[in-house]
């Protein structure tokens, strides 16, 4: 059946909502020769029935069973961060768009369905580039996606509803200024020292150990999170990266130094997450960290050092790890290694100055040697 927009029908009538509909029948009642009454038989990919008589509304009602979809379920294979993140945008857009407070165990399917299309996507993006940059624009962009991708996976939409929204090209952030952060060596020994003056020592040893991975692996925040001891061999690491991906890099000596110090202090198997919660007392937690907590124990960290200014952010590290690497003579081809870049196009951008290059020992050696 053809997908009709029924704005092309309802014209100035409030009463019918705007959105897409498949015309499952149209009748052209004539009366000596001339048309008189018009009737189309509507229905929405979210189970709505309508009846339009000459542009009026005669009868609407909700065929689907269960109206809801639970957004939490289809959150469990994401990060905690990722899922916090998406949520509160979609929460957000269904308040702006929709004029709706919603549970995200219990999203509305119809009114998303019926209303959204490619220009309520980007006129809702456009509004809200004056206040965000561009990494939370694509990031709100995503999150609606995310919906209209379930949607299709659950067989409520079908996947032109979605491949649409994914075209909706996400506008330039404005309102808030991203700056590229690299440390110089001496903000890395600051950090370091901040870290040692944890005055809880299980904290600081395991503090230390999280930045040597950090600065010399290149690791993003989630990634440090989901490290597992199994996936700890000495002088390499085996992880899952962004994408599902995995992941085998090789572990300086001074890493694996730092790393065995926090396995030192440990009482307990070495099995499960590498980097685990710590409590006041000295207790290793049996939960390991989040991607937040990476975050905090980074600001912590930079307060404790004293440098002053803006905290570092774990991202802040990434960067430095691969400008350190090209300080040492490693190839982009290397960097693109060592930060599992898909192209090294953008590896490109996690650098603060021109290129050089010669080859030696494994870039994360280099880093760790230029550290130490």
């Given at each position: 059946m053809p ?9 100035a009538?409030p009463?019918?909502p705007?959105?897409n ?37 005669e ?18 294979g994401?990060?905690?961060e ?43 993006l ?44 996400a ?6 200024l ?7 060596l ?24 999280l ?8 690791l ?6 989901n490290?597992?001891w ?18 085998t ?20 198997p ?11 007392s ?16 980074m ?7 004293e ?17 350190l690497?090209l ?28 290129l ?5 020992a494994?870039?994360?050696q280099?880093?760790?040697s230029?550290?130490?």
């Amino acid at each position: 059946m053809p997908l009709l927009r029924v704005v092309c029908i309802c014209g100035a009538y409030p009463c019918i909502p705007k959105g897409n509909f498949e015309l499952r029948c149209y009748f052209v009642i004539t009366k000596c020769g001339i048309e008189c009454t018009h009737l189309f038989l509507l229905t929405s990919p979210g189970g709505c029935i309508m009846i339009v008589v000459n542009n009026q509304m005669e009868y609407s009602m909700n065929t689907s069973p269960n109206d809801t979809l639970n957004l939490e379920e289809t959150f469990a294979g994401y990060s905690p961060e990722t899922a916090r993140a998406y949520g509160r945008h979609i929460v957000e857009f269904y308040a702006d768009v929709l004029h709706l407070s919603v549970s995200l165990d219990a999203l509305p399917i119809s009114a998303f369905v019926e209303k959204v299309n490619y220009d309520v996507l980007e006129q809702w993006l456009g509004d809200r580039s004056s206040s965000s940059a561009c990494t939370t624009l694509n990031l709100r962009k995503a999150s609606i996606t995310f919906v209209a991708r379930t949607l299709f996976e659950h067989n409520l939409v079908s996947r032109g509803f979605w491949a649409v929204l994914t075209k909706v090209p996400a506008p330039d952030g404005h309102g808030v200024l991203e700056v590229h952060r690299w440390l110089s060596l001496d903000e890395v020994t600051a950090m370091f020292v901040g870290a040692n003056q944890q005055p809880n020592r299980v904290r600081a040893t395991r503090d230390i150990a999280l930045l040597w991975v950090m600065l010399t692996l290149g690791l993003r925040r989630g990634e440090i999170a989901n490290l597992q001891w199994a996936g700890y061999k000495g002088n390499t690491l085996h992880f899952i990266g962004k994408g599902s991906k995995t992941y085998t890099l090789t572990v300086p000596t001074q890493t694996q130094m730092a790393i065995g110090a926090w396995r030192d202090v440990q009482n307990l198997p070495l099995t499960g997450h590498l980097f685990r919660r710590v409590y006041r007392s000295g207790r290793i937690a049996d939960e390991g960290l989040t991607g937040n907590g990476v975050f905090k124990i980074m600001r912590d960290t930079w307060r404790r050092s004293e440098l002053g200014g803006k905290a570092v952010r774990p991202h802040d590290l990434r960067r430095t790890a691969s400008q350190l690497g090209l300080n040492e003579g490693a190839k982009l081809v290397e960097l693109q290694a060592l930060l599992g870049h898909s192209s090294p196009g953008f590896t490109l951008f996690y650098l603060n100055k021109p290129l050089s290059g010669s080859s030696g020992a494994s870039v994360s050696q280099r880093i760790a040697s230029a550290i130490e």
